[in-house]
């Protein structure tokens, strides 16, 4: 398992991302030990946008994800997230900031229902402790009801719930993933980060992954950062798509801009630039 790294470089300083910018990576490198997993990397993603990050295996794409988690510290650089320092806050506060994660390997509880792994993900925005809730008092029984209406919602949204019953370790992996999106999205993040969400889906619940990452969006206002092997997903679906190869940016722009790229087109085929 790669190390959680500490430790800030004291002369790194961001410069203030405009108001329209939700989420500001800026000059980011990771290592462990000899291998850079990222190589100062920057990109901005604006507020409403669904951005796709692309690149080959062992580009870097999963290693910045655990940095936008603070599942990893990086060495250097520095990451804003609606206008505050990222990288100040601890790993457990990252949801309550609003951002929801899913994961390329399911992360779910499998004994659990569908319901119940979907109603955990709200649990960042309650307030109410022990005492409150052992008297059972009012503000408990709110807190309650409002938990109750987002897991409604969600399931209706990601036609979940003719299965909400349902253990989770009963379902197959393309609902699974469905159900792991409505749990970051219980929460009513800012950003949603989606890592690998095609992986082990047949064509057609690829198709039906675009329009629910399109419906998503509008319905709940979110910003997307897509981690997506699936390239023919992501530039159907993305805004904008920052390609990586061994650490680094290599392009960053409008989906058609990025794809025609040298870089890119060397990355995915081996075929030297020109």
Do not use: W
């Not at 370790?169 to 929460?187: N, P, Y």
């Not at 690829?206 to 319905?219: A, N, Q, S």
Request: charged letters at 20%; a neutral charge.
């Amino acid at each position: 398992m790669p190390r959680v790294l500490s430790g800030m470089n004291a002369n790194t300083s961001a410069m203030p991302a405009s108001p329209d910018v939700l989420l500001r990576v800026e000059e980011v490198s990771v290592r462990f030990g000899g291998i850079v997993a990222l190589d100062r990397i920057s990109f901005d993603v604006h507020r409403g946008q669904i951005c796709g990050v692309i690149g080959p295996n062992g580009a870097g794409k999963t290693t910045l994800f655990n940095c936008l988690s603070r599942l990893y510290t990086p060495h250097a650089g520095s990451i804003s997230f609606d206008g505050a320092d990222l990288l100040a806050r601890p790993q457990h506060a990252i949801a309550q900031a609003g951002i929801g994660r899913t994961f390329q390997n399911v992360a779910l509880f499998p004994d659990m229902t569908v319901r119940e792994n979907v109603k955990v993900g709200r649990h960042c925005r309650t307030g109410t402790g022990y005492i409150a809730n052992a008297l059972r008092l009012p503000a408990v029984r709110r807190e309650e009801r409002e938990v109750t209406e987002h897991t409604e919602r969600l399931l209706a949204l990601l036609d979940l719930g003719a299965v909400s019953e349902v253990p989770v370790k009963h379902l197959s992996f393309g609902t699974r993933k469905r159900v792991e999106m409505a749990r970051a999205l219980v929460a009513n993040p800012k950003l949603l980060l989606l890592d690998e969400p095609a992986a082990g889906l047949n064509h057609e619940e690829v198709d039906g992954l675009r329009e629910l990452i399109l419906d998503v969006r509008r319905r709940f206002q979110v910003t997307v950062l897509l981690v997506e092997h699936h390239l023919n997903l992501v530039m159907r679906v993305s805004d904008q798509v920052v390609a990586m190869n061994f650490g680094r940016k290599i392009a960053d722009g409008p989906p058609a801009q990025v794809q025609a790229d040298p870089d890119v087109v060397s990355a995915y085929l081996g075929t030297e630039t020109v």
